[in-house]
């Protein structure tokens, strides 16, 4: 071998040696940043946890809360009604809010023992006027709900119409869970079912309105030939206080103004409250039905997490 041709050979070993130191470095390096990603995850996850944790133990002080009220009157100037602001909790922050979720029409109020409620069915049809959604939508949730298959005209749908559809599903027949399950029942699209989702809500059982915590477009529904600048007035009386019982809304309406007494009250028993937490870089939160039984225990009746 000539000088020349070792040289070469020494040359080309130098450089497959630092060819595996280099790669050996690159595999540490990929090792190290796959550690760190682990680590990353385990603190995500571990973060995810403890801020579910929080905004659960937010939920049930609001469940607690509820509990101390008094029963007789609900109304938004009570402890349970104010917001609970970002405190710290564990590291990381927590706030929450309750709502009174009978100030809201309770869809499932349309149909009871499987029949068609016609004094609903009129608070309903007031409500969808009042916010420009044609009421003949109204007939497709009452198929939707009742327990025969009968189409109600015009605008009713029952299983056939339902199964004509691609994919096909059946009617209901039973009450709402939610108020989503409107994106089932014909004729309601996204853009009438968000217009009307600040007034309505699913409850497990049929309810009474609260008239110290409903909106004025739900007051407007409520009462036949109350117009809606004088149902902004009531509510504006309610900012110093509240009515104190049936009779006291009814002093306040004028002549003329008809309600029935077995659909509103000024007390409530179904609450929706609102948790969010964060924690590091996570944030998380809860949504709950909370129903305050009348022996004094306030039970979830459902939990939902809320996506952000
Ligand atoms: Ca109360
Ligand atoms: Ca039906």
């Known amino acids: 071998m000539s000088g020349k041709q070792r040289r070469k050979q020494r040359g080309a070993a130098v450089i497959t040696a630092l060819l595996i130191v280099a790669l050996a470095a690159t595999t540490a390096s990929f090792m190290m940043w796959q550690n760190y990603l682990w680590l990353r995850q385990v603190e995500n996850l571990d ?3 403890q801020a579910r944790w929080t905004a659960r133990a937010a939920i049930n002080w609001g469940r607690a809360v509820l509990e101390e009220d008094k029963r007789d009157v609900d109304h938004n100037g009570e402890q349970w009604a104010t917001l609970l602001p970002p405190l710290a909790a564990e590291g990381g922050k927590v706030a ?23 004094g609903d069915v009129v608070i309903l049809t007031r409500l969808m006027i009042a916010l420009e959604i044609d009421p003949n939508l109204i007939n497709a949730l ?7 298959s009968e189409v109600t005209y015009p605008g009713g749908a ?15 027949n039973r009450a709402l869970n939610d108020v989503d399950d409107l994106y089932r029942v014909q004729g309601f699209r996204q853009e009438q079912i968000e217009r ?15 008239v110290n915590t409903a909106p004025a477009e739900v007051l407007v529904a409520l ?8 149902a902004k007035k009531l509510v504006e ?4 206080g509240h009515f104190k019982d049936q009779a006291d809304f009814r002093k306040n309406l004028a002549e003329g103004i008809q309600l029935r007494d077995e659909d509103y009250n000024v007390n409530s028993g179904f609450f929706i409250a609102t948790a969010r937490a964060r924690q590091g870089r996570v944030q998380t939160g809860y949504q ?3 129903e305050r039984l009348a022996e004094g225990k306030t039970t979830i009746v459902w939990l939902k997490q809320i996506e952000e």
């Open 47 to 49: 973060a995810q946890a």
């Open 96 to 118: 929450g809010a309750i709502r009174d979720a009978q100030g809201l029409f309770n869809l499932n109020n349309l149909v009871r023992d499987g029949k068609v409620s016609q």
């Open 142 to 148: 009452l198929d939707w709900m009742d327990a025969d």
């Open 158 to 172: 029952e299983d056939m119409q339902y199964l004509a559809l691609d994919p096909p599903y059946r009617a209901a």
């Open 196 to 210: 009307l989702r600040p007034f309505v809500v699913a409850l497990p059982l049929a309810t009474t309105i609260n």
């Open 223 to 230: 009462c036949a030939g109350l117009p809606l600048a004088e």
């Open 237 to 240: 009386l309610r900012t110093d």
């Open 288 to 290: 709950a039905l909370l």
